[in-house]
């Protein structure tokens, strides 16, 4: 089954709502979020960033063409 693009965009806008209800459901909750955004920097579309404000978390960019260690990310 192939969906349409105006049925793909109003999946994905249903989809982002949700994920961003959810961030906001771990904030009232109490709970820490730690989003680590995979985006390529040119393309991205700013959605990681986003969901950590939503749950008032943190946001870290990892480069997927680089090895990193999750010990670097939390130093920061």
Do not use: H
């Not at 982002?16 to 920097?41: C, P």
């Not at 943190?58 to 999750?70: D, G, Q």
Request: proline share 0%; with cysteine.
């Amino acid at each position: 089954m192939y969906l349409s693009k105006s049925e793909l965009t109003v999946k994905f806008v249903l989809i982002k709502d949700e994920i961003l209800e959810v961030a906001g459901k771990i904030y009232k909750a109490g709970m820490s979020l730690l989003v680590i955004d995979t985006e390529n920097k040119f393309v991205s579309t700013g959605f990681a960033k986003e969901i950590a404000r939503v749950a008032q978390g943190l946001c870290t960019t990892i480069l997927l063409n680089r090895t990193v260690s999750l010990c670097n990310i939390f130093i920061k």
